[in-house]
């Protein structure tokens, strides 16, 4: 039975001429799909509003071909196909009860119109970025007639949101796109009534809502999404100006790095104190984000009235069924999402979206798969399941909920592989609940049973009598520094100074006063395992290829704080460089320009360039007579990669177990329009 204290989240709340049946919001997210891959979307955002979210929304949708972002995926609402498109997604959405709104977009200097290749329209000419990527080229400034023909876009746009059948229509003014750089004292540097003081400069924000509000003429709700920020006073006495004006403020902060922070930095409900402050402001409901997980705060964030609605994008794609658990009374299962930011770096590339925790996400079209409803196998059968880290953990869940009867077998006393070493380091603690959810819901079954302790050899197989083996025994980190950088490992190397990254995972002490990282990984794990031993004592040097450290967290939007948190740390971080030697007390560093090595004086290397998959029982067993119906190799031992990469290969395993399958045929099923 649900819990009394959250009845709060099941009020329905009018939002101008229409009405959210719940609390639970799913604000614009991006997803890596955009206009080319409308029935993906459609199959997304309805099971979304299944699971109970009462409002769900697009990704940030064009309102015309000045605006693209074909560097990325985006949706568009250009014309009748864009129309047809989007009835996909609000028919899904509807079906199930829920409000649909669209976020349309005006690009401004953050985009390059790679595809339309007509020149950005920007406040001023000013050198484009595309979203944080340095690109050539200038923004073309907007004169009285580019700000004209603006509104007349938006507004066609907005007619055209309704006929597709949206509930909710915004106006989007953050995020560093056109609307917020006329906002912005700093970028707006405009001498006409667009531009100067305050009043003017939220005056096309104003037009647009007006505009808005005007072709809806009643169908729709307007909604606005705003920046409020405490460190940033003007943007309260902006907000203000404009406080009565829309039906619904979606707000958020000023900086990204909070507002889709990482969870190696910011927690829960990190907004909260910003959005209160303008909420006071208005009479108008208020949403906000927050990576909000757990039922007992965002009831009691609603209760104090620092916002109206609970907004989430990534605690919606973590699980799409979170309002629906917390409705019935299930709130300990939540699958919580973990601050990982895989969504988004996804997204970021340019590719569908996927997330760690919830596998089933961005395939609900192309594989038909359901984050809560798992297909019964055809027959039972008797699996094996060794390796009880994120594949094999995923594996035996959705074995036994598909009616397999499971064992589970892991070497180590506690389940979870590397979640559970790697959530010991800084910041990693979320990781945990890739483990403790999955171990919850085998909880459940009769059918799963767990054998904690139990190192499976080849010699075992036959006592216990299975059917199916599937081997999920992980990778562990190499030694002999090969990798990206080094293919063929360093010219000379002194074993003694070689420290692996697993003894330190493994909470072993090292002996070495000053530590140098070899990071040709270029993820989280350099920056993580050099925070770990300076907290333990230790001179800490960071070595990179790149011109970064924690490149490619970029994407996950950690890199900045990443970086920041060495810097403080007081770890020596040097880029540019490959490890050629480590020898008699020092590492040889070679520049990739053809510049002079340098040499770093160090009593330990620790290579962390590439891990080694753990298969040995897969091939022995593959040697032997085994007399098993299959058996298959999933995640880091198949493939070392992402933890999402080993849930999502567990969790194909579970779905695949018996089948053969047509890899061209499942895998290469697109969106095509010809
Ligand atoms: P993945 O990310 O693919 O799930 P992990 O490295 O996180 O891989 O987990 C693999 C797990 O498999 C580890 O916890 C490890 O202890 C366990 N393991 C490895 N070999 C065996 C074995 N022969 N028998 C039982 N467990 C094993
Ligand atoms: Fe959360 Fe990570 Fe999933 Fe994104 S990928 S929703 S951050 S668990």
């Known amino acids: ?204 924000v104003r037009e647009l809502i007006e505009d808005t509000r005007e072709a809806l003429s009643g169908r729709a709700a307007v909604a606005c999404r705003f920046s409020v920020g405490l460190e940033d006073a003007e943007s309260y006495d902006a907000f203000g100006l404009l406080a009565d004006l829309p039906d619904l403020w979606d707000l958020t902060v000023p900086d990204y790095d909070i507002e889709m922070s990482n969870s190696r930095f910011v927690r829960q409900g990190a907004l909260t104190e910003s959005v209160a402050r303008a909420k006071a402001l208005t009479d108008r409901p208020v949403v906000a984000v927050g990576r909000f997980t757990d039922p ?22 973590a699980d799409p069924f979170l309002p629906l658990k917390i409705r019935e009374g299930r709130s300990a299962d939540i699958r919580e999402c973990i601050g990982c930011n895989i969504c988004y770096a996804h997204d970021s590339q340019g590719v569908p979206i996927r997330c760690t925790q919830n596998p089933t996400m961005g395939d609900e079209w192309r594989l038909g798969w359901h984050p809560e409803r798992l297909a019964a196998a055809p027959s039972a059968a008797r699996v094996l399941v060794v390796g009880g ?58 059918n799963v049973t767990l054998y904690p302790e139990s190192r499976i050899g080849p010699d075992d197989l036959p006592a216990m009598s299975v059917d199916h083996l599937i081997v999920a025994t992980g990778a562990h980190w190499a030694d002999d520094t090969v990798g990206r950088n080094n293919p063929y490992g360093l010219h000379e190397m002194d074993r003694d100074m070689i420290v692996s990254a697993d003894d330190v995972l493994a909470g072993h002490m090292v002996e070495a006063e000053h530590i140098a990282i070899y990071d040709d990984d270029h993820y989280y794990h350099g920056s993580v395992l050099a925070l770990a031993l300076r907290r333990a004592g230790h001179d800490v040097m960071l070595v990179t290829p790149a011109g970064r450290v924690c490149e490619w967290g970029t994407f996950t939007q950690e890199q900045y704080a990443s970086t920041a948190a060495l810097i403080a740390a007081g770890v020596r971080i040097v880029t540019n460089r490959v490890m050629t030697q480590a020898a008699g007390g020092a590492a ?4 990739p320009f053809g510049g002079a090595d340098i040499t770093l004086a160090c009593d330990a290397v620790l290579p962390l360039t590439r891990r080694i998959p753990d298969r040995t029982l897969y091939d022995a067993v593959r040697a032997t007579d085994h007399g098993l119906q299959s058996i298959s190799l999933i995640g880091d031992a198949e493939a070392p990669g992402l933890i999402a990469a080993a849930v999502y290969s567990g969790h194909r395993a579970g779905m695949e177990l018996g089948e053969t399958v047509d890899l061209a045929a499942r895998y290469g099923r697109r969106e095509t329009s010809v």
């Open 1 to 204: 039975m649900r819990d009394s204290r959250h009845d709060i989240l099941f009020e329905p709340l009018r939002l101008g001429p229409v009405t959210a049946p719940n609390r639970f919001y799913q604000v614009p997210h991006c997803t890596g799909m955009g206009w080319r891959r409308p029935r993906s979307l459609a199959a997304m955002r309805g099971v979304k509003a299944e699971g109970g979210w009462g409002v769900v929304n697009t990704e940030y949708c064009s309102i015309h071909p000045t605006s693209d972002n074909d560097y990325y995926a985006y949706c568009a609402l250009w014309d009748d196909s864009d129309i047809r498109a989007h009835r996909l997604m609000t028919d899904a959405v509807h079906a199930h009860g829920a409000l649909a709104g669209v976020e349309l977009w005006a690009g401004g200097g953050m985009i390059v119109n790679h595809a339309t290749r007509l020149p950005p329209m920007g406040l001023r000419s000013l050198p484009q970025t595309d979203d944080g990527e340095v690109q050539p080229g200038q923004t073309r400034p907007m004169d009285l007639t580019d700000i004209a023909d603006l509104r007349r876009w938006h507004r066609d746009a907005a007619l055209r949101a309704v006929e597709a059948g949206f509930d909710i229509v915004y106006v989007y003014a953050t995020h560093g796109y056109l609307l917020s750089q006329f906002l912005d004292a700093r970028t707006n540097t405009r001498t006409d009534a667009y531009g100067g003081p305050l009043e003017n400069r939220v005056r096309l």
């Open 296 to 317: 007992d705060m965002m009831a009691q964030v609603i209760r104090s009235g620092a916002q109206d609605m609970i907004g989430a994008a990534r605690p919606s794609i």
């Open 389 to 446: 880290g994120p594949a094999g953990l995923e594996a035996a869940r959705v074995l036994g909920a598909r009616g397999h009867e499971v064992m589970l077998a892991e070497a180590r006393r506690v389940m979870g592989g590397r979640v559970t070493r790697e959530s010991a380091l800084p910041g990693l603690s979320e990781w945990a609940r890739v483990r403790d959810w999955r171990l919850g819901q085998i909880a459940k079954m009769d």
């Open 588 to 591: 040889r560093l070679a520049c």
